[in-house]
């Protein structure tokens, strides 16, 4: 049985017990308030400031705050404002820095570090990083040779590339794969070599690796635009053929062509074919399927199709408008055009000026002054403003019927 003594003692300590545990949570707390200060108010003094030379102290300041260099967007945007002021000695300063320190030997970092050369368009910096990775204890992979790889083709330098493409897997031990095939693709095609692009495609698979659904849209894409269509629908059928099947954005790039062409049932097919294949059509789809019927002079099909949209639970986007409401008032219907706009301005998103100038021409004709009226009104409330001259001009419209 417990003694007296020992009973005490033990209520003693429980007693005690909460009130070192409320002064220690209570240090605790003071701790954790005292820390969040000297962190969060870097983020916020980085994203405040303008002055550049103040901007690089305080992010030099910073360098080892891990608040600051692991989060993204605040290197981004230092960087992007730096560059603006074209203090690239700055830039440079402050990258090779941060590779000096514990977190430049992680690839993944690096890989940061030279796609921010990058967005800097520090090319040379953004390779020499690249090839002194080993300097500062990383690995190179293929994730870092394919940030280099995409920063060099900036320079649009054929001979670089090719050259960077051929030596330096072999130098490194590097295994390309399709990312590699990708970027190199979309270089060549921005650069309008097709065939040199398609060429690169096809060496890359006798080479083991496998274009994909983003290649063969590339491509693609690239050819339709430059009204080689006997190239792009080859690409169609041999990316079929492999056992690649199309994507969203591989429908919206033959959807386009095709309405380009004026061949509007072909293209409103192919979004039905989209359906049954299970891939959702989205707003650039419905768009383009819409504004192919309204070139083609077939505005009910239009029509149907901005409906069925509806029904699908999707919502009309700014470009959608400005297609059905401008053929709308083509096409004479003016009350239907004034529903749309109305709905459209009170989103605060405008038609432009000549769509919106037809519109109240067609309804003063009509002589619907109430609807013109209200149009204009709303005209009136666009953030950032309409120019007085376009005001003025709208305005006329409405004077010549009173």
């Given at each position: 049985m417990l003694s007296l003594r020992t009973i005490r003692r033990f209520c003693h300590a429980a007693a005690i017990a909460p009130v070192a545990g409320t002064v220690t949570r209570a240090k605790s707390n003071s701790i954790q308030k005292s820390d969040k200060p000297l962190e969060k108010p870097a983020l916020a003094k980085l994203k405040a400031e303008r002055d550049p030379e103040k901007l690089f102290q305080l992010f030099k300041a910073n360098a080892h705050n891990k608040l600051v260099i692991e989060n993204r967007f605040v290197f981004e945007d230092t960087v992007s404002r730096l560059a603006g002021a074209g203090r690239f000695d700055y830039i440079e300063h402050l990258l090779e820095h941060q590779k000096t320190l514990p977190q430049g030997r992680r690839e993944g970092f690096i890989v940061r570090i030279i796609m921010l050369y990058g967005k800097a368009g520090m090319i040379k910096q953004a390779a020499d990083t690249f090839f002194d990775m080993h300097l500062f204890g990383c690995q190179r992979t293929v994730k870092s040779f394919n940030a280099a790889l995409k920063v060099l083709t900036q320079s649009r330098d054929l001979e670089a590339i090719d050259s960077?493409?051929?030596?330096?897997?072999?130098?490194?031990?590097?295994?390309?794969?399709?990312?590699?095939?990708?970027?190199?693709?979309?270089?060549?095609?921005?650069?309008?070599?097709?065939?040199?692009?398609?060429?690169?495609?096809?060496?890359?698979?006798?080479?083991?690796?496998?274009?994909?659904?983003?290649?063969?849209?590339?491509?693609?894409?690239?050819?339709?635009?430059?009204?080689?269509?006997?190239?792009?629908?080859?690409l169609w059928n041999l990316m079929v053929m492999k056992g690649c099947l199309p994507n969203l954005a591989t429908f919206n790039v033959r959807i386009q062509y095709l309405v380009y062409r004026r061949r509007s049932w072909q293209a409103n097919s192919l979004m039905c074919m989209m359906e049954y294949l299970g891939i959702i059509p989205d707003e650039v789809t419905y768009n383009l399927v819409i504004k192919g019927f309204c070139q083609a002079g077939y505005l009910e099909m239009a029509k149907r199709v901005y409906s069925a949209l509806h029904g699908k639970g999707y919502k009309p986007n700014v470009k959608i408008y400005q297609t059905m409401i401008h053929y709308l008032c083509k096409g004479g219907e003016f009350d239907m055009a004034y529903t749309m706009c109305k709905d459209c301005m009170n989103k605060n998103w405008f038609v432009n000026v000549d769509t919106i100038y037809k519109l109240l021409e067609g309804l003063v004709g009509n002589g619907e002054l109430d609807k013109a009226n209200v149009i204009l009104r709303l005209a009136r409330k666009r953030v950032p403003s309409f120019t007085k001259s376009q005001l003025d001009a709208f305005e006329f419209v409405l004077s010549k019927k009173q």
């Open positions: 960077f493409i051929r030596d330096v897997p072999f130098k490194f031990g590097i295994e390309l794969d399709v990312f590699s095939v990708n970027i190199v693709t979309k270089a060549l095609c921005d650069m309008d070599i097709l065939d040199k692009a398609y060429l690169a495609m096809i060496e890359m698979e006798k080479a083991g690796v496998k274009p994909d659904v983003v290649t063969y849209t590339t491509l693609m894409s690239a050819f339709y635009k430059h009204n080689r269509w006997e190239v792009g629908n080859g």
